[in-house]
């Protein structure tokens, strides 16, 4: 069974810090790409970041970079997502995703090239 569990999400006020945790169990984790994206209501849900298996590549979309770091512990079967300065606009559920393959795709990850997703976490920041 594959499976994907979020976690470290929660209220914080604008200009705080979360860290998200993604728990991987029942699949080769190290071989795959790892992904995490949000989506705020009535929104579509985009891509925040990628990780690559090794963890030798990353990418962000660009209203996180300089703000938010993606790493991961192949040793763990965990990614985390450390985000920083974090804003209002910030607010939504965010889930982590996992390709299928161990490179991240295009320029920020897209929803339909990854496989497996976990259930998501809520993050919500306060003016």
């Known amino acids: 069974q594959l499976q994907l569990v979020e976690s470290g999400g929660g209220l914080v006020q604008s200009g705080g810090s979360l860290r998200l945790s993604c728990a991987a169990s029942g699949f080769a984790w190290n071989r795959r790409a790892i992904g995490w994206f949000r989506q705020a209501p009535g929104k579509e849900r985009e891509g925040v970041s990628c990780i690559s298996n090794s963890g030798g590549s990353t990418n962000y979309r660009d209203s996180v970079k300089g703000r938010s770091t993606i790493s991961r512990d192949n040793v763990n079967n965990t990614v985390y997502l450390q985000m920083n300065r974090l804003n209002p606009a910030a607010t939504a559920t965010y889930y982590c995703?996992?390709?299928?393959?161990?490179?991240?795709?295009?320029?920020?990850?897209?929803?339909?090239?990854?496989?497996?997703w976990g259930q998501g976490t809520q993050v919500t920041v306060s003016s």
């Open positions: 995703a996992a390709r299928a393959g161990p490179a991240c795709s295009g320029y920020v990850p897209r929803p339909p090239d990854y496989t497996y």
